[in-house]
Structures are given as C-alpha cells and as structure tokens.
C-alpha cells in the first residue's frame, strides 16, 4: 500500500470531494443497472451470458447489442471505481 502526505487543512476539501465522486458513481452504476435489467428483461438472458455468445460471435451485428454491451462494460467500470473510492479513507 503507498502512503501519500496531506496536510490537515486539505482533508476536508478531499473528504467532501471523494463524498461528491461517491455520490456521483452511485447515481451512475444505479442509472446502467436499470438499463442492463431493461435489456436482460427483453431478451430473457444475464448480461454475462449476452456478453459471452456476443464476443464470441454469436449474436450478430444488431445495433442493439452494441449499446447493451456498452451499457454492461460501463456499469463494470463505474462499479469497480465505486468500491475503489469506497475503501479510501482520509
């Protein structure tokens, strides 16, 4: 783990800065999951599963799957960012 100096007078703008990135990631991980469910629902398949037959070629080159993908790929980056800000402490 590495170790960085801040001086006491900069922990509040950093406590309120990473609350407001918090916040931020939340909305947006809540906003894709909605959508993800949306897409799953309509097609009756996990987001796992779709992503897994469309990058091995088996789904074809319908528009649709492209959002869906980008929609999927999206909520596993926010989510991931989301539990990094989470396990900071300052």
């Known amino acids: 783990m590495q170790k960085i100096a801040i001086k006491n007078e900069a922990l509040p703008l950093l406590r309120s800065g990473m609350?407001?990135?918090e916040k931020i990631l939340s909305a947006k991980a809540?906003?894709?999951?909605?959508?993800?469910?949306?897409?799953?629902k309509k097609h009756r398949m996990?987001?796992?599963k779709f992503a897994e037959k469309f990058g091995?070629?088996?789904?074809?080159?319908?528009?649709?799957?492209?959002?869906?993908l980008?929609?999927?790929?999206?909520?596993?980056?926010?989510?991931?960012q989301h539990k990094v800000v989470k396990s900071l402490s300052l």
């Open 30 to 40: 809540e906003n894709y999951l909605r959508r993800l469910k949306a897409f799953e």
């Open 70 to 80: 980008f929609v999927y790929e999206a909520y596993k980056k926010i989510t991931a």
């Open 56 to 68: 091995s070629g088996k789904l074809g080159d319908n528009e649709e799957w492209f959002d869906w």
């Open 46 to 48: 996990k987001s796992v």
């Open 19 to 21: 609350a407001l990135k």
